[in-house]
């Protein structure tokens, strides 16, 4: 079971609406398809982003300090899954 940062809802990771996996490399946001790159991971539906964003969810769930860099999951069609 995962839960969406957003909307805080909670499902199995493989069912619709999908969830997207997204890391912190350094303070930047980046989206993670395949679940490849190291450090602490979230999961987020395409559509929550806004949300989470609008609940400060990014930060507190990878766990960073200061600015965070959503430009890469705010560009339309980033969090593809």
Same mark, same amino acid.
């Given at each position: 079971?995962?839960?969406?940062?957003?909307?805080?809802?909670?499902?199995?990771?493989?069912?619709?609406?999908? =969830?997207?996996?997204?890391?912190?490399?350094?303070?930047?946001?980046?989206?993670?398809?395949?679940?490849?790159?190291?450090?602490?991971?979230?999961?987020?539906?395409?559509?929550?982003?806004?949300?989470?964003?609008?609940?400060?969810?990014?930060?507190?769930? =990878?766990? =960073?300090?200061?600015?965070?860099? =959503?430009?890469?999951?705010?560009?339309?069609?980033?969090?593809?899954?």
């Amino acid at each position: 079971m995962r839960t969406c940062i957003g909307c805080r809802g909670r499902q199995d990771p493989d069912t619709d609406p999908p =969830l997207a996996h997204v890391v912190a490399v350094g303070q930047t946001i980046t989206p993670d398809p395949r679940g490849a790159l190291g450090g602490r991971g979230a999961w987020v539906h395409p559509h929550c982003v806004p949300e989470a964003t609008k609940r400060r969810a990014w930060a507190r769930a =990878l766990r =960073l300090e200061g600015v965070v860099d =959503l430009s890469l999951v705010q560009e339309p069609g980033s969090l593809q899954v």
